[in-house]
């Protein structure tokens, strides 16, 4: 979202199909877009091996396990995994309305960021609805506290993202990633960032069922000598925090609208990142539902108008 907001929702244009892996079942997965009515909101369908179809609305109230990735779901066969990478560059572009039809268990994982999602998109193109688009205005902080991690909304006149992170192997170690999450800077320093993971987990990992997808084709890899093993290297410096970053850009989506503040976190992810949303989403007198005014196709941020929030509450559907 930028500081000139467009004041309509959108949809796709056309439908469009991507296929790859999914990066914890190792399922060869399908899936395609297709342009949604106005209020539609994001709606994942899942085609079941039966032939029945599960429709799963992502939204907060959806979110199941948050380990290792964002499910969306309370049951096995009535779930979708791995939605962050896709909601943040849905997010990001601002689509507000698309149905989202899924042969599979989870998102396929593509190279392990965005880019392929934002490529699909501007291959599709968006269309404006004659609907106005309401945001979520952050009007009072609120911070939660999860051992050494937290994280908080605060007022801002924009959409702000302060990610810390902060891992004792030196490769890493303490990165942040700061500034106004839009259209631009999400496809410029945000996007292409890869999930990553280390070498001595991988076992593990595969004896609980996960990871059975993954390889050096989408994500980055820490070697026991706390080297990347990917022979291509990290795309940015501080490829990790920008990944971490993407992460709560896709995770923070699921308010079910786009929202008006900063988050900043320190330690994060996908838990923290689903029970932080949902600590402002309880507090009515933390934030106020808004809308552009009438007869206008774009307007600033400080321009918006609240509307009736009781009416408008697309996270508890």
């Known amino acids: 979202m930028s500081s000139d907001v467009v004041g309509l929702q959108t949809t796709i244009s056309r439908s469009i199909s991507l296929s790859g892996v ?26 079941l091996p039966s032939g029945d179809i599960v429709s799963v609305r992502a939204v907060s109230s959806q979110v199941g396990s948050t380990d290792l990735c964002t499910l969306l779901g309370k049951a096995p066969d009535q779930s979708v995994a791995t939605v962050e990478h896709l909601m943040a560059a849905l997010y990001a572009l601002g689509v507000d309305n698309i149905s989202i039809d899924l042969e599979g268990s989870e998102v396929p994982i593509m190279d392990g960021s965005a880019a392929v999602f934002i490529d699909a998109i501007d291959n599709a193109g968006l269309v404006n609805h004659s609907v106005k688009r309401r945001y979520i205005r952050v009007i009072k902080p609120v911070r939660i506290e999860m051992g050494g991690s937290w994280a908080e909304f605060t007022p801002h006149n924009g959409t702000r ?40 987990d991988v076992e593990r990992l595969w004896a609980s069922g996960h990871a059975l997808g993954s390889s050096l084709e989408n994500s980055v890899v820490i070697g026991d000598d706390d080297k990347v093993i990917n022979v291509e290297g990290l795309r940015f410096r501080d490829e990790f925090v920008r ?8 995770d923070l989506a699921l308010a079910g609208a786009q929202f008006i503040g900063c988050y900043r976190s320190y330690r994060g992810g996908h838990k923290l990142n689903a029970l932080a949303l949902r600590a402002l989403l309880a507090d009515a007198s933390a934030y106020e539902v808004v809308e552009a005014p009438a007869r206008r196709d774009t307007v600033r941020h400080g321009e918006l108008v609240a509307v009736n929030a009781a009416a408008f509450a697309p996270w508890a559907l």
């Open 243 to 250: 990944h971490k970053t993407l992460d709560a850009v896709g």
């Open 22 to 47: 999914g990066v914890h079942s190792g399922e060869n997965v399908s899936i395609t877009f297709h342009p949604a009515d106005p209020d539609t909101g994001i709606v994942f369908n899942r085609h």
């Open 161 to 200: 993202f302060e990610i810390d992170i902060d891992f004792e192997t030196p490769l890493i170690g303490r990165q942040s990633w700061k500034g106004e999450v839009t259209a631009d800077s999400f496809r410029r320093e945000l996007a292409r960032a890869r999930t990553f993971g280390f070498m001595r």
